[in-house]
């Protein structure tokens, strides 16, 4: 770290959640906002020692590189199954999976519905980009009525395609879900709301009190073709009016912590 | 150690139990669901991990979770299940972190039937998943043999850092006999978990567990680590049991139940004056090639005997490098082929050869 002068006050750092690499994330994307939260969150619960991730596969399939824990890469979906074995196995552990909407909201929907019914206690961070981003702007479980993808040329007909995925309900409305909640990292007062989510998530496993979700509405400008001031502001007017923002589950154990902690 | 009277899938288990499985995670398939009861029962009384999953696609990953966290971990299953697992065992097998899993073969293909199977040779020894890489095989012939080789799975899934399959039809898994289970190991402690192991990063680089190579030249050199370790288990872990092969003059090749079926065989023709043996491959990968070749020099024909449609008898032709006329003898579905029908096999491969005839021809029910 480099030396700060007697009469300057050091206010940044680079969390020691992160490792130093340049990441491979397409310009204006907004995956490297939420590894910077987790990787405060780590930091400032001091969990980072004792954190196990799971990558997932499409365009965090790399985060292994970044999260600076020990981390496993899953296959397509299964990244719930793997914290699963990691937690039961290692129940002082923290385990964390990130996963992205096809990820979670398609190939892996069993994994992530049956974790969260078991009430699991480990935390999913869930981006939503609407778009399959990875393979090059196919159309996800969450992608938008009309929004054209590269496999819904003509848009996403709901009578052809069904309906885009409210995960953040359908997993918050599960038994064994103790904290779930939809956020967005489209602006500063959304980045800090996330990072709150994230902590009190993390708390919540740290807590024992059973499973945590943080879905994270985020933007995809290349795959989008929009400029990334003009994807946050389409991100902020449709996909936060498809997908409200706000906790979708909260048991009473979750909000003891809540008010008291730090979080 | 006394013996008690035991079903095959309940040994398996128990087998497990005392070899020190951490972890259990399974799903119910008939012929195999005693497995997953006896752990179900089992491991809350010794304080383990037992998970009954939502698919064998989450169990196959619960493996890979818990074994890249450095627990002995196991999954079992039977043959539509085991076809699910393969992408996970793909993952395992490239992120080299060791593990177990059973398969108590039933009748395919699709959803087949719940008979006893050889029908996975070829899904077990060639194509155990995308890519190229081979599990260590195992197939028990006897409750017994079951037992000892969940016990060797483990040691050598833990030796090679390498996924051990133990491939027992289902009649394997459901008969009762007398057999040995093995002593109580102690449980491997948390604080015991290997150095490549998801633990925690404290004061060192973290571990990744990865089966994503990006770059050709990177893959290659990944393949090519693998492909070592290939060759080393081919070198020292071959096993097979034979009987009555000193003097044989026709030898009959077989593995698990149909092997054991063999052995009366090789009796009823020695009655009759033939001079008939039996090579059992204990090892289906690696298989026993080099011993199969020296035995195709010395006998006369050999008669392979199976529960499919003929697979293994791929590898005997390959091992014999024409040195003798290799016939194939098999039953599908679940039928077991009986000694008064493979009698009369070995006799015409005996006619044959008297003969001088020709090589290598099939001959199939």
Redo the contacts between chains.
Sequence with gaps: MTQVPENMERIYVRPTGLTVKDTHYCPGCTHGTVHRLIGEVLDELGIRERTIGIAPVGCAVLAYYYFNVDIAEASHGRAPAMATGVKRVSPDKIVFTYQGDGDLAAIGTAEIIHAANRGERFTTVFVNNAIYGMTGGQMAPTTLPGQVTTSSPTGRDLRDAGFPMKMAELIGSLPGSAYVTRQAVLDPAGIRRTKKALTLAFRTQMEGVGFSMVEVLSTCPVNWHMQPLEALSWAKDKLVGYYPLGDTCMTDGVRALSTKGKG | MSKVLIDGNSAIAEAAIRAGV??Y?GYPITPQTEVLEHFSRRMPEEGR?F?Q???E???I???????????R?MTSSSSPGISLMQ??IS?IAC?EVPAVVVNIMRGGPGLGNVQPSQADYFQAVKSAGHGDYHMIVLAPATVQEAIDHVVLAFDLADKYRTIVMVAADGAIGQMMEPAELPPMRPVRR?SERADWA?????DRE???????WLGAENLERINLGLQRKLREMEKNEVRYKEYETEDAELLLVAFGTVGRICRTVVREARALGMKVGLHRPVTLWPFPEERLAELASRVEGMLVVEMNAGQMVEDVRRSSRDRCPVHFHGRMGGVFPLPDEILPKLQALAAEVSAGGARATEANP
């Design positions: 951490e972890a995670f991990v998970l999953a939502e698919s696609i989450a169990s990953n619960m493996v890979y979770g818990a074994a890249c966290a450095g627990a971990v992408e996970g993952y992120s948390a998801l633990v925690g990063a404290v973290p571990n990744i567990i990865t089966s994503l």
